[in-house]
């Protein structure tokens, strides 16, 4: 099982960026995928998530409005839209998958003790 997150970068406040989780070895309609980062010194932190079976969406409350998750099943790829980035957003961001994320997924709040895998994180830096 692999999961590969790209799509990070260095950005200004304000802009916005695509991040982009590609599983193999599983699909995404067997496996929640959430989104967590990491910053600095800090705990890792869930951000958002969606289920398997019915792609249902949550989001940690620090990020609603901002931030988007999607998915594209064909490609079995789940998407992170950012928009708006603080430099509070700076960090590593990681995608991981849930075996029992079937109908709801727990990324957000957690910091990811259920997920089963986890991919090598895309680094976030937003400065001006």
């Known amino acids: 099982v692999q999961l590969q997150a790209s799509g990070g970068g260095k950005v200004q406040p304000d802009s916005s960026l695509r991040l982009s989780c590609t599983a193999s070895?599983?699909?995404?309609?067997?496996?929640?995928i959430g989104w967590f980062r990491q910053a600095p010194g800090k705990e890792r932190e869930g951000v958002s998530c969606i289920t398997a079976k019915d792609g249902s969406k949550y989001y940690a409350d620090s990020v609603k409005g901002r931030f988007t998750i999607s998915r594209d099943v064909g490609k079995n790829t789940v998407y992170l839209q950012i928009d708006s980035l603080k430099p509070k957003d700076t960090a590593v961001y990681y995608c991981?998958?849930?075996?029992?994320?079937?109908?709801?997924?727990?990324?957000?709040?957690?910091?990811?003790?259920?997920?089963?895998?986890w991919g090598r994180g895309t680094l976030v830096t937003v400065s001006s």
């Open positions: 070895g599983l699909s995404v309609v067997d496996y929640g």
């Open positions: 991981a998958a849930e075996r029992f994320g079937l109908y709801y997924c727990t990324a957000p709040g957690s910091t990811g003790r259920g997920y089963d895998y």
